[in-house]
Each structure stands twice: as structure tokens, then as C-alpha cells.
């Protein structure tokens, strides 16, 4: 991604600038996942920086569950905190680049790392990379930030323009169980891959 090099993001990890980073899994999507029966999905979490929720999906029995992150500095540290985690499930690597296909693709801040020119190119990949039927789950904040660097937000009009042409939309609404520097400024979604765009 050349908008924002791999210095840039290496630099925010190496100095613990991350702001966006809660400490744990996000607590909507936590509960999206308490609520999965399957375990033998398939999980990719791009941009997934200190991999919070890629953790906690493992260690409940998502054993298919794989890290995406274009920071080196982001997997070091995740690989730092949970060794245990199997190195060939995580890629080091640009988004926009990566071929394996998943059930499941979970957003939780990447989207808002990326500049507004990409969202359409970031719609089209996940599309690209789910499986039949597969689903996009995750949060979006539901306000504009007024800054000129990350993250960036939007509105639930623009959202649904954006990811209309690829995806069914299931679940779009704010969320319920945000944490509270969050509540009532993030929506939950949940969408469904289109076969035919």
C-alpha cells in the first residue's frame, strides 16, 4: 500500500502510538463470535495489528483463523505476546496482494486506516478473497474524523453505496455493546458475499 509505506505504520507500533488499539478484542465482535457454531471456518483478519481478536478466535477453537498485517513491527509484537501461534497462519504482507480465499473476513479499524480512494478497491478484494457465500463482519465508525491522516470515517450512506454491489447486507446498524469512548459511534456489519456483481 503505497499511501501509507510500512515505515509509517512500523513507526506508529515501534513508539506504541495506537490509539485505536482497545487491549482486547472488541466487545461486538466478541459477541458476534460467542455466537458461531462452526469452527472449522476459515478466518482471515487483515490489518489486524496487535491481533487481539485473532487471539482470542484461536484460542476458542478457530483453529483456521489467520493474521494479516502490513507492519513487521505489528507482527513482532503479536508473535512476541502469543508464541504459540502457528507461523503459517500469519502473512506479512499488503492486503490488496494477498490470493487465499476464507469464510470469514473480520474488520475491526482497517478499513479506516486506508484512504478514501481505496475503499472501493478495499470492497472489491474482500469480495475477491471470501469463499461462496462467505461474510464480512466487523465495525465502522459512523463519523468523520476532519483530519487529513488515520483513521478515517464515514457515513452508514456511504458505507452501504460503497459495499452494496458486492455484498447482501445482513446486519448494519450501530452497535450495542461498544465500549464506552465508542458507543453509539460505530456500526456493526454483517454482509454476505454476492455471487454475481
Known sequence: MEDY???????????????????????????YFDQLQNKNLRILVPGAGNGWEVEYLYKNGFHHTFLLDFSEKAVERFRSRFPDFP???IF??????????????VEQTFF????????TD?????????????KLT??????????????FGGSPSEYKQLFSPFFEIEIFET????IKPRKGREIFLLLRKKTVI
Do not use: C, M
Open 138 to 151: 466487523g465495525l465502522l465508525f459512523n463519523h468523520e474524523f476532519h483530519q487529513d491522516f488515520p483513521p
Open 112 to 119: 479506516s486506516s486506508l484512504p478514501k480512494s481505496r475503499r
Open 92 to 105: 506479512t504482507e499488503d492486503f490488496f496482494k494477498h490470493t487465499r480465499t476464507y469464510d470469514l473476513i
Open 122 to 134: 478495499y470492497a472489491r478484494q474482500v469480495h475477491h478473497l471470501l469463499n461462496p457465500g462467505g
Open 87 to 89: 507461523s503459517n497462519q
Open 5 to 31: 509505506p510500512k515505515a509509517y505504520w512500523d513507526k506508529l507500533y515501534e513508539h506504541n502510538r495506537l490509539g485505536w488499539d482497545v487491549g482486547y478484542v472488541s466487545t461486538p465482535l466478541k459477541a
Open 175 to 178: 452497535a450495542i455493546n461498544s
